[in-house]
T-cell receptor
Framework: KNQVEQSPQSLIILEGKNCTLQ??????????LRWYKQDTGRGPVSLTI?????NTKSNGRYTATLDADTKQSSLHITASQLSDSASYIC?????????????FGTGTRLKVLA | NAGVTQTPKFQVLKTGQSMTLQCAQD?????MSWYRQDPGMGLRLIHY???????DQGEVPNGYNVSRSTTEDFPLRLLSAAPSQTSVYFC????????????FGSGTRLTVV
């Protein structure tokens, strides 16, 4: 069964600190993996997208890594800011019979404190 | 560019009532989808469309209808609302196939009492 699991469920850090969010998946056949940021009361916004051949992708203070062998991805946030408080969702897509299927994780809720 | 616009933002329905959630995009995206987001669960696909006149079911289509008469609009209809349909609904669109990434609307919070 295609699944995407994220950890931790929630995380509280102090402003300025770094943190790493994890995403493990069992999705086949793998097409790409994305990280989204979802602010409270808003729709998800794409941060990064990685295909099978990409190991690392950065977007400002956000760096995503992908290990396709172990089927793990991480999202590292550097020098956190209050505005980083949000839910971070890992989404893995599979390409089956010419159709993309998206499997969403349940997200990690990050709270950055001043 | 407005992106993806959803209306209304909030709605309360009584069990058995029907309503339509509106979604419009101004990016000329071919692909449009409806998702629901429930606590403790990932977003789940309700219905999607790969172009005007073409729609298909996602993983949780029961109780919902869609149509796509224009590229811009993709309304979601609740036929007879049930408390189990209490959720936050997101419309999303993308250019080309869905691998290029979605642009999401800001959501509609629906409560069925």
């Amino acid at each position: 069964k295609n699944q995407v699991e994220q950890s931790p469920q929630s995380l509280i850090i102090l402003e300025g600190k770094n943190c790493t969010l994890q995403c493990n998946y069992t999705v086949s056949p793998f097409s790409n993996l994305r990280w989204y940021k979802q602010d409270t009361g808003r729709g998800p916004v794409s941060l990064t997208i990685m295909t099978f051949s990409e190991n690392t992708k950065s977007n400002g203070r956000y760096t995503a890594t992908l290990d396709a062998d172990t089927k793990q991805s991480s999202l590292h946030i550097t020098a956190s800011q209050l505005s980083d408080s949000a839910s971070y969702i890992c989404v893995v897509s599979a390409l089956t019979s010419g159709t993309y299927k998206y499997i969403f994780g349940t997200g990690t809720r990050l709270k950055v404190l001043a | 560019n407005a992106g993806v616009t959803q209306t209304p933002k909030f709605q309360v329905l009584k069990t058995g009532q029907s309503m339509t959630l509106q979604c419009a995009q101004d990016m000329n995206h071919e692909y449009m989808s409806w998702y629901r987001q429930d606590p403790g669960m990932g977003l789940r696909l309700i219905h999607y469309s790969v172009g005007a006149g073409i729609t298909d079911q996602g993983e949780v289509p029961n109780g919902y209808n869609v149509s796509r008469s224009t590229t811009e609009d993709f309304p979601l209809r609740l036929l007879s609302a049930a408390p189990s349909q209490t959720s936050v609904y997101f419309c999303a669109s993308s250019y080309g196939d869905r691998a290029y990434g979605y642009t999401f609307g800001s959501g509609t919070r629906l409560t069925v009492v």
